[in-house]
């Protein structure tokens, strides 16, 4: 069995104290739509975070399934905008289209 | 074995808190926690959360320090999807509305150096897409006021910067992209015209620095690496790009001190570069990838306020490399 780099959580982001600076130091973070958190597998404070923060641990395929909810979403409303409101090639300054996100452990 | 009093010829404090004026390397006992600590300094530069954005804001504008800054404006998405009047103070830990701008509108250049009692909003878009609009204002603590008008209609998202009475803003969109260099002395603008333009017209680029040093990294167009530098009269192309290819980051700090961070494509959102004037140096990744947030502070105490992505009313604090960094000593 491959070795887990990453593990996913949901938690909701509060604000300041969420990621401490500590934190920050000790931990890789990455958020993702559907207050899916990515931290360090087999971390002993990658899982005192988590439960700090109140999370739910997700396994992969449960992340990526809220992840590709909330997208297909998003992307249902940026469909919706009026045509000078999307961005016409990418690095424009209007809001693109969110893109599909595939998470990895 | 060589004892503290041995190396240093001084004995540990024994304090009941932590000293307020501290310098790296001293050390001392905190009898009310039983630690003992340490002042040293972070290794690599990282990101914290920061107060929550009381909206969903992005194409926002923000000036002022990491601890007293404020932000103005932004396009509300998700939500109602148009322009705001919003303006909020950030006091390092939370935000608290102050009175409105006068124009909703979103997409403005800011004089970034400025703060909670002098700040100035330049330009921008008053709907989700097109409609630009030249109307500057300034904030002096209590009220928004209208100033004089920026000399051009134009979006110009990150691309100000300097204080209210000596701001500097350069290039940006009025239908197509442009090269021109402005400069405010608190009560006029001034369009420099010819040499003073920028070498590539650009917009969603992100400008740092003074009136007469500054560096503007990124952009749409030409490529989306490129960088100039100001030096109060014209600008040159930076021989270095940054390592992370993408437009609508921020930036804070001077033209040779700088960290510019986040962007589009989404993918390369987090990316965090610091510059010291010759080249780029990849540090800590942002939590939330983002792009067309407001941006400000310095190279080691910045500020990530809203922005597209997943973050648009989270904010995130920089810490650079070598920032004074309070630690507890443990064994293993």
């Known amino acids: 069995m491959a070795h887990k780099t990453y593990q996913y959580c949901v938690a909701t982001n509060w604000g300041k104290g969420f990621i401490t600076h500590n934190d920050a130091v000790k931990l890789e973070f990455r958020s993702f739509p559907g207050n899916v958190w990515r931290v360090n597998a087999h971390n002993q404070d990658a899982n005192k975070w988590v439960a700090g923060v109140n999370g739910t641990h997700k396994t992969l395929s449960e992340a990526q399934a809220i992840v590709d909810a909330e997208v297909t979403q998003a992307q249902a409303d940026w469909d919706a905008l009026p045509a000078d409101q999307k961005a016409p090639t990418a690095g424009f300054e209007l809001i693109s289209r969110p893109t599909d996100i595939t998470l990895t452990e | ?144 006021a209208s100033v004089n008008n920026y000399p051009v209609s134009a979006r110009e998202h990150d691309q100000g910067t300097g204080i209210q009475t000596l701001a500097l803003c350069s290039a940006g969109y009025t239908g197509s992209y442009i090269t021109t260099t402005c400069t405010y002395d608190g009560v006029n603008w001034t369009a420099l015209g010819s040499p003073s333009n920028m070498n590539g017209a650009r917009f969603s680029g992100t400008t740092c620095g003074t009136q007469t040093a500054a560096i503007m990294f990124g952009g749409t167009s030409p490529t989306g690496v490129n960088v100039e530098s100001w030096n109060g009269s014209t600008w040159s192309e930076e021989a270095a790009s940054f390592n992370t290819p993408r437009n609508a980051g921020g930036s804070a700090g001077t033209s040779t001190n700088a960290v510019f961070f986040g962007g589009e494509p989404t993918g390369n959102g987090a990316a965090t570069e610091t510059w010291d004037g010759t080249s780029f140096a990849t540090t800590g990744s942002m939590a939330t990838p983002r792009y067309s947030m407001a941006s400000n502070g310095t190279a080691l105490a910045a500020l990530c306020t809203g922005g597209s992505g997943a973050g648009e009313n989270t904010t995130e604090e920089f810490t650079g490399a070598g920032s004074p960094e309070t630690q507890t000593i443990t064994t293993s």
């Open chain 2, 1 to 144: 074995m060589a004892t503290y009093y041995d190396i240093f010829g001084q004995k540990v404090q024994y304090l009941s808190s932590d000293p307020s004026d501290v310098q790296i390397g001293q050390v001392w006992y905190n009898s009310t926690s039983n630690t003992a600590k340490v002042q040293g300094a972070t290794a690599s530069g990282v990101w914290s959360a920061g107060g929550t954005y009381p909206i969903n804001g992005t194409n926002i504008s923000g000036a002022g320090p990491q601890t007293a800054a404020i932000a103005f404006g932004a396009r509300v998405y998700p939500g109602p999807n148009g322009p705001t009047n919003v303006s909020n103070t950030y006091d390092g830990s939370s935000w608290t509305a102050t009175p409105p701008i006068n124009t909703s509108r979103s997409n403005s250049g800011s004089a970034k150096n400025g703060s909670q009692t002098a700040a100035l909003m330049i330009a921008g878009n008053t709907g989700g897409g097109g409609t630009e609009t030249n109307v500057c204002e300034e904030y002096n603590g209590s009220t928004w």
